[in-house]
């Protein structure tokens, strides 16, 4: 059974920064993609970032501000999250995907709390 388990959410003022991470039960080379999506309250769940082995993607809200990363070595993604908003608002949810087999995998998630 793979787990995602996401971590470092919280509560932080404007302009702020958290780091997000989301760390594998398995080897994340084992993923062809990682990705980061956010659901705030009665709105859908919409994808913020994704890494694969070579490329990352952004959406465009958080372009500049955001940045998804991997180590291997720890099996983890993370999402670094700079100049944070009020409307960054949402519970961030971590997704891994297997092709090979068409699995997806996704983490409990971790509230992100921005303060105006």
């Known amino acids: 059974q793979v787990q995602l388990v996401e971590s470092g959410g919280g509560l932080v003022q404007a302009g702020g920064s958290l780091r997000l991470s989301c760390a594998a039960s398995i080897s994340i080379e084992r993923f062809n993609a990682m990705r980061w999506y956010r659901q705030a309250p009665g709105k859908q769940r919409e994808l913020v970032a994704t890494?694969?082995?070579?490329?990352?993607t952004y959406t465009d809200s958080v372009k500049g501000r955001f940045t998804i990363s991997r180590d291997n070595a720890k099996n983890t993604v993370y999402l670094q999250m700079n100049s944070l908003k009020p409307e960054d608002t949402a519970v961030y949810y971590c997704?891994?995907?297997?092709?090979?087999?068409?699995?997806?995998?996704w983490g409990q998630g971790t509230q992100v709390t921005v303060a105006s």
């Open positions: 997704k891994a995907e297997r092709r090979l087999i068409g699995a997806n995998y």
């Open positions: 890494i694969t082995s070579g490329t990352t």
